[in-house]
């Protein structure tokens, strides 16, 4: 193994554990769960196919009634964190309680990755009702099934590995996910194994084409937030750029880019691209100084810098102004429909 390659296995963590999205590579012991609302629910529920049984928790506000049809959030960990560290470090659970709207947490096994990160980097965990995208889509067709969720409002979002998770999964299932959020992430199909997945994060990854994509963009727009510092060690921030990119398919957008201050003295620059309608369909913030760390997050969890703009709060702006008018019921698409992006 080259030296400089060694080196920077060194700098995130065991070799196997992969790509330290985790930026340090450490253990994490699990979150302890806080105390919730009268008449609030977060259970933890298995769901399995042939690919496997992951984990995931299920957040239910307080004032939630069977008769109501909620937007969902699925919100993608990233390394060595849990379902409860995410909630506590996003404080997204507070936001459904302030906003009504169901949050679930799918769950790494570290049988699957000793440092629970998601396999972005494996072309197998890239392709639509394979692998682990067949895990997460499952999850979320199976509260679709057990909870009265409006199919048009589902959304998904991430962090690092979960953030590059999100990506694939709003490439491969345009039909189920109505808009993506993707926080210091990676663009679907970055990489294809594990020496690329180093070079990715050292400096961006090189987007394939395959079957319809051309040059890893999809051929209609995916609806798209990106959050990503411009200090990342971890995570190159060109990375953001070709989230971005990608999302953006075949067409052509008017731009808008505007700077800002957050209250806790992070500046930002922010891109919207909207479509002839003047609606937004990408919007991209570049923290500036920022680490790998979920902006405007809470100290209560891990990876969040709380004095950045409130990421959490901004995504679910953006979310809510996005309906799926291409959304198949819970059931998911019948066999005989096409879906164009089945892979990266």
Not at 23 to 46: C, D, N, T
Not at 119 to 137: C, M, V, Y
Not at 167 to 189: F, K, R, T
Request: aromatic fraction near 8%; hydrophobic fraction near 35%; include cysteine.
């Amino acid at each position: 193994m080259p030296d400089a390659m060694r080196g920077f296995l060194d700098q995130v963590g065991q070799l196997g554990s992969l790509p330290g999205m985790s930026g340090l590579g450490s253990s994490l012991a699990k979150a302890p769960a806080a105390s919730l609302p009268a008449g609030a629910r977060f259970e933890e529920y298995l769901y399995s196919n042939a690919a496997g049984t992951r984990a995931y928790k299920l957040y239910v506000p307080s004032d939630y009634n069977d008769q109501q049809s909620l937007p969902l959030v699925v919100m993608m960990h990233g390394c060595t964190q849990s379902p409860d560290d995410f909630a506590a470090g996003t404080r997204m659970n507070e936001l459904a309680e302030e906003q009504m709207f169901l949050v679930a947490y799918p769950a790494q096994s570290q049988s699957a990755n000793v440092s629970k990160c998601w396999n972005w980097f494996n072309a197998s965990d890239q392709q639509r009702d394979t692998g682990e995208p067949s895990l997460i889509a499952g999850i979320t067709r199976q509260i679709l099934q057990d909870f009265p969720v409006d199919p048009k409002r589902v959304y998904i979002a991430g962090l690092s590995a979960g953030g590059a998770t999100a990506a694939i999964m709003g490439s491969v299932y345009p039909d189920l996910y109505a808009a993506v959020g993707v926080h210091s992430g990676l663009a679907c199909g970055a990489a294809v194994d594990m020496p690329s997945a180093f070079t990715a994060m050292r400096q961006g990854g090189v987007l394939r084409s395959n079957g319809p994509q051309q040059h890893g963009r999809v051929p209609r727009p995916v609806p798209t937030i990106v959050f990503h510092g411009d200090g990342d060690k971890t995570v190159h921030p060109a990375n953001g750029e070709q989230v971005i990119a990608q999302s953006q398919g075949e067409a052509e957008f008017d731009s808008e880019i505007s700077t800002g201050e957050s209250a806790g003295g992070m500046a930002y620059t922010r891109t919207v691209q909207t479509d002839p309608a003047g609606q937004p369909v990408l919007e991209h913030w570049v923290l500036h100084g920022a680490g790998h760390a979920w902006s405007g997050g809470s100290s209560a969890g891990s990876y969040t810098v709380p004095r950045g703009p409130d990421a959490s709060r901004e995504m679910l702006r953006f979310f809510f102004d996005h309906a799926n008018t291409a959304a198949a019921a819970f059931q998911g698409t019948p066999k005989s429909v096409s879906i164009s992006t089945s892979s990266c």
